[in-house]
């Protein structure tokens, strides 16, 4: 079940609403940019700080050994992406959605954390709620007035996703004479959540374009983690082909700000992972001192086939090894960034997520 589960199991995120109107009239009467003040996060594991049930992975050693120095929920060492995107937005990271009656209420004023593990828009092989279920809760959130609407409107909402949906159509079917379709359905539900996001009022949206799936080391293990798979990488190109094109059909059809605003243009952001990565993977390829280093080779693996990064067992004994220098690999484990990858993926996102501001 390790092994079934680590397959291709993404973590990223989403996040939400619709006024996408952060401005207010000023005392002089004109108007005067309000600065996101919450993130509403929705995706997989490459957002999710904590939902997953505390049998996933990342509620085990060692995960979460640079950041919090135990496990925390985060499919990484450390921080991940909803991390350094509420820094980046000068907030605290969102509580995660399950944690919401056990935490101090004052702490849910940063926003909420809805990713889970292992999903995507559709059902994958997780049992995690997929990305609808998702905006579900968020919406029962804004129903029962966690939420204000003002609180809304000068919020940002994270979607990541990172490929469970493409993991499980492999699993599933495998039959590649339907991807293109498979892929076509799966940017048309996306599109229909941020559209649904957007009617619940959240100012800016920030969706994930898809990684390079098939330099991800649970693709590239065959060639021990040398070279990227081209049929993999064709998905992401597919998928975020289809992504930018119908994004741009949405920002043409849907008012999604007022014709006056001058943000309406970011009004909805790509966060283009693919670009991230392959110039983050370039630059530790690279860098000076680490020239035998190969930065797809994951820091945390099985020891043999069948496990996986976490995996103990039923002696106490690891079944997994980790890399002498987790502060300098790219890749934790076969498919999530380490906290120094997404700190380098986070550096050549900044200037997409200057326009959230």
Same mark, same amino acid.
């Given at each position: 079940? /390790? ?77 991940? %992406? ?45 049992? /995690?709620? #997929? ?11 804004? *129903? ?32 590649? /004479? ?14 229909? #959540? ?11 949206? @920030? ?23 081209? =049929? ?7 998928? =975020? ?12 059809? /849907? ?11 970011? @009004?909805?952001?790509?966060?283009? %992972? ?19 280093? #190969? ?28 890399? =002498?220098?987790? *502060? ?30």
């Amino acid at each position: 079940m /390790e092994k079934q589960r680590d397959l291709l199991f993404f973590c990223l995120v989403l996040s939400c609403s619709s006024s996408f109107l952060p401005w207010v009239s000023s005392s002089e009467g004109g108007l005067e940019k309000v600065s996101p003040q919450r993130l509403f996060v929705f995706g997989d594991s490459y957002a999710d700080t904590g939902n997953t049930e505390k049998s996933s992975g990342g509620w085990h050693p060692p995960y979460g050994s640079t950041f919090p120095g135990e496990p925390s929920g985060r499919f990484s060492d450390g921080l991940v %992406l909803t991390d350094y995107v509420a820094s980046f937005l000068g907030i605290e990271s969102p509580q995660p959605y399950t944690w919401r009656n056990d935490v101090n209420k004052t702490l849910l004023q940063h926003g909420m954390n809805f990713a889970f593990g292992g999903t995507g828009v559709f059902d994958t092989m997780a049992r /995690e709620p #997929n990305m609808t279920t998702q905006i579900d809760y968020f919406q029962s959130s804004v *129903e029962q007035n966690v939420y204000t609407k003002q609180d809304l409107s000068s919020s940002v909402a994270l979607v990541s996703l990172a490929g469970n949906d493409y993991a499980a159509f492999t699993m599933k079917n495998g039959n590649q /004479e339907e991807l293109p379709s498979f892929i076509t359905s799966v940017i048309d539900q996306l599109v229909y #959540n941020l559209k649904r996001i957007k009617g619940l009022g959240v100012g800016k949206i @920030a969706v994930t374009a898809l990684e390079p799936l098939g330099c991800l080391p649970q693709i590239t293990a065959v060639s021990s983690f040398k070279n990227c798979s081209s =049929n993999w990488n064709s998905i992401t190109r597919l998928h =975020n082909h289809q992504l930018r094109r119908s994004l741009q059909e949405l920002k043409k059809n /849907e008012s999604m700000m007022g014709p006056s605003s001058p943000s309406s243009s970011s @009004a909805l952001v790509i966060l283009d %992972l693919h670009s991230a990565f392959v110039s983050a993977l370039n630059v530790l390829r690279h860098q000076s001192g680490n020239l035998s280093e #190969n930065p797809l080779k994951p820091c945390c693996v099985g020891v043999t086939e069948g496990y996986s990064c976490g995996n103990i067992g039923d002696k106490g004994v690891k079944n997994y090894a980790l890399c =002498n220098h987790p *502060e300098t690999s790219f890749f934790w484990d076969n498919i999530h960034p380490s906290q120094n990858g997404w700190h380098a993926v986070y550096s050549f996102l900044h200037s997409s997520l200057h326009r959230l501001l």
